[in-house]
């Protein structure tokens, strides 16, 4: 819902076809000051006079299309910051990258709807709005560790880095260290972490823009490293980290920021995947604390069962033979043919307390069950990776002669 100042947000809309500028001014202009222009160049010229908030730009446009236009607007410092929607027919990841390249914020697809253009536009006011505070305070921020980081060097920030590993126990503890040694060596990034159930995608401003996720989304896919102009991915299995920075003109600079970032990736990887182990550890000991209380219960209940089977299976074994005693009298039998009878009853008696006699072997083979769960709910899993084990390999491929206690 758009608050009561909408009437001062103002978009500049660029489209050479008369119809699309009328549709999108029917769409927002009860809710912003929308200006339109038939060409670039006269949007440039109005631009000197006032400065939009947002700028919608057709991108297929003759003589000067949306990408160039917004390329020559963001080259002034006075326009640098104005965010950006492209419309285009193209939905394909190299025009996505053309827009991410020529600083856009965002682009949709011909045909949309006009509540997807709405939200769109609203997402990226609201994100502008966001990140005018960020640099508000990033400023502040940039004041008061200046003097600390100003003493501090390449191998310096990425130890520091290291070792704040040990204390990440979630990805976004994680994240927050990557963006504070990115921010040491003056780089501008996004981060994506990706864990089973679980992707998110932000830059130092906060939250990823659309585009932005696009453009990591399809630079997840290459090699290990991938540059192209002044950016450069870093992709491991469960993050990727996007600088949109590269010191193209310091090749020295270039090469130290390329080793010391790869690392830290690597090792940021390496804590993700010890945090998912974790997890499944953690998932997998509650199951088998659940199976063992089950188990338990079940040799409980077992004992109980099987004495009352025994206690039931004796009495009317002995009430057999006293009806027998009863009928001998009856029956006319000899002392000798009463004794024989009554041997086969007794047999068959205590062959039948033999067959129910296994407790004893069914007691020790469920309490082993039980034990043997007992010692993998207490051991710890050994094959899972240490966080010390992981920052003393990783100082040692940086070069550091540290010693960690």
């Given at each position: ?56 730009l057709d991108v297929d446009m003759p003589v000067m299309n949306g ?245 039931l299976g004796s009495s009317s074994t002995l009430a057999v033979l006293?009806?027998?005693?009863k009928a001998f009298t009856t029956l006319g039998m000899s002392d ?70």
């Amino acid at each position: 819902m758009e608050n009561q100042h909408s009437g001062d947000y103002t978009i500049f809309v660029v489209d050479d076809m008369e119809a699309g500028r009328r549709m999108i001014e029917m769409t927002f202009k009860p809710l912003y000051t929308v200006e339109s222009f038939p060409s670039g160049q006269a949007c440039l010229e109005r631009i000197k006079e006032k400065t939009p908030d947002l700028l919608l730009l057709d991108v297929d446009m003759p003589v000067m299309n949306g990408y160039t236009l917004c390329q020559q607007i963001k080259s002034q410092a006075a326009h640098s910051s104005l965010p950006v929607i492209f419309i285009s027919g193209l939905d394909d990841p190299e025009s996505c990258l053309a827009g991410y390249e020529a600083g856009g914020d965002d682009y949709i697809v011909k045909p949309f709807k006009a509540a997807e253009l709405r939200q769109k536009v609203a997402a990226v006011r609201r994100k502008s709005e966001e990140n005018a505070q960020f640099r508000i305070k990033a400023a502040e921020a940039e004041l008061l560790s200046s003097l600390a980081v100003s003493n501090m060097d390449q191998q310096a920030a990425l130890i520091t880095f290291l070792r704040a590993l040990n204390t990440c126990e979630t990805p976004s503890a994680l994240r927050k260290a990557l963006f504070s040694l990115m921010r040491s060596y003056g780089l501008q990034t996004a981060i994506q972490i990706r864990l089973p159930g679980l992707e998110m995608t932000a830059n130092q401003a906060g939250e990823s823009l659309p585009l932005e996720v696009a453009v990591i989304n399809t630079m997840r896919s290459m090699e290990r490293i991938f540059e192209f102009k002044s950016r450069a991915a870093y992709n491991f299995e469960h993050i990727t980290i996007l600088v949109n920075n590269v010191p193209l003109h310091d090749p020295d600079l270039r090469g130290i920021l390329r080793d010391n970032v790869a690392l830290a990736a690597e090792c940021a990887n390496a804590k993700l995947q010890a945090l998912q182990t974790k997890s499944e550890n953690t998932l997998v000991k509650g199951g088998a604390a659940e199976l063992l209380a089950a188990l338990q219960i079940a040799v409980q209940n077992f004992e109980k069962k099987y004495a009352s089977a025994r206690y039931l299976g004796s009495s009317s074994t002995l009430a057999v033979l006293g009806e027998l005693s009863k009928a001998f009298t009856t029956l006319g039998m000899s002392d000798e043919q009463e004794k024989k009878v009554d041997e086969i009853v007794q047999s068959l008696s205590n062959d039948l307390a033999e067959i129910y006699d296994f407790s004893g072997e069914t007691q020790e083979t469920l309490s082993d069950i039980a034990k043997r769960l007992s010692g993998i709910l207490n051991t710890e899993a050994a094959s899972m990776p240490q966080d010390r084990d992981i920052e003393n390999v990783a100082i040692r491929q940086a070069g550091a002669d540290v010693e960690l206690f």
